[in-house]
């Protein structure tokens, strides 16, 4: 699995991942909403962490450099 995302892509993805899992553990917390932010935020940390987006790749976006072959 190659990586499609970019370093700021990764930044902004963890970043949002951590304000979605407190909100939906803290203040939306047993609720349909709480539930789906925790959802959401799980994707985005999964995504973040491994720098591989399945969306990305059907859309055939790429946010990270190409290496360059030698």
């Known amino acids: 699995m190659e990586t499609n995302v970019g370093s700021l892509d990764r930044l902004i993805r963890l970043v949002l991942a951590s304000v979605l899992f407190y909100l939906g553990l803290f203040l939306y917390s047993g609720t349909a909403l709480g539930i789906g932010l925790v959802l ?13 987006c399945g969306l990305y790749r059907l859309l055939g976006i790429r946010t990270n450099q190409p290496k360059s072959q030698l």
């Open 40 to 52: 959401v935020g799980g994707v985005l940390l999964v995504t973040g962490l491994i720098g591989f």
